[in-house]
């Protein structure tokens, strides 16, 4: 697909002046039918990054990585890469943004570890989880002392979808993930704060399997210029990576 090259706005922590456009996949796992599109030689991370410019750690949901390990991977990768970091699930699912203070606190200590190439943290939330303005407000005053990473956010209750929550993600430089399939109505948009579109496609019709065919990838990549035309430093994972689609949808894409 085509880039667009359009000045864009100033933004939350490292957005950028010119807006990047980013594809990747959830992971870097290198599936064998795409092996052949990317350099023979490094690690997967270090291949994988030598054609895509972004990547979703999705690992860090579950368990935690050493300051270590995210040093070692920002070390793997060239400058313009970027790495966007799941929260736990501790955090999200477990605790519902509520009481998670110290936690918080310890993945933005090992997050930090990515350096400059620490793009942005993915908070997705359980479908159960209403929006709550106490709640939200102090949660994202906690983010805000803790990390200068870029925030999206990927709400799948239908609370969430409103004007008063809108207003209350752009106040916060919060951009809430277009995410496909859209479970809950508007959630297939890009909402909240217009410095960072994120895109999640998770693979459809069928969840975390389905490919996408030539035709969906035109129609997103059309999307993901619109989006940068807002100024907006853009974003697209593929979490189709159950039977390896993620990386030939990604690299068709880019």
């Known amino acids: 697909m085509s880039a667009v090259a359009v000045p864009g706005s100033g933004g939350r922590g490292r957005a950028k002046a010119a807006p990047a456009l980013r594809i990747g996949t959830a992971g870097w796992s290198i599936d064998k039918r795409y092996a052949d599109g990317l350099p023979a030689s490094g690690s997967n991370l270090e291949r994988y990054a030598r054609r895509l410019n972004a990547v979703e750690i999705n690992s860090s949901f579950r368990r935690r990585h050493k300051p270590s390990t995210y040093e070692r991977w920002?070390?793997?990768?060239?400058?313009?890469f970027r790495f966007s970091v799941k929260l736990p699930e501790e955090i999200t699912h477990d605790r519902g943004l509520v009481g998670c203070d110290e936690i918080l606190k310890i993945f933005a200590a090992e997050t930090a570890g990515l350096g400059s190439k620490l793009g942005t943290w993915l908070i997705q939330l359980p479908p159960k989880l209403a929006f709550d303005a106490k709640t939200f407000d102090s949660f994202f005053d906690l983010v805000n002392g803790c990390s200068d990473a870029m925030v999206a956010i990927e709400p799948r209750n239908a609370t969430w979808f409103t004007?008063?929550?809108?207003?209350?993600?752009?106040?916060?430089?919060?951009?809430?993930?277009?995410?496909?399939p859209a479970r809950v109505p508007g959630s297939g948009e890009p909402g909240g704060w217009r410095g960072l579109a994120y895109f999640r496609w998770h693979g459809s019709p069928r969840?975390?399997?389905?490919?996408?065919?030539?035709?969906?990838?035109f129609s997103l990549g059309?999307?993901?210029e619109s989006a940068r035309l807002w100024g907006a430093?853009?974003?697209?994972?593929?979490?189709?990576?159950?039977?390896?689609?993620a990386l030939g949808n990604a690299l068709e894409l880019s």
């Open 74 to 80: 920002a070390s793997s990768v060239p400058e313009e």
């Open 233 to 245: 430093e853009t974003w697209c994972i593929f979490d189709n990576t159950a039977a390896g689609a």
């Open 222 to 224: 059309r999307r993901l």
């Open 207 to 217: 969840m975390y399997y389905s490919d996408y065919d030539r035709q969906a990838l």
């Open 163 to 180: 004007e008063e929550v809108e207003s209350r993600l752009i106040e916060r430089r919060i951009a809430r993930v277009a995410a496909d």
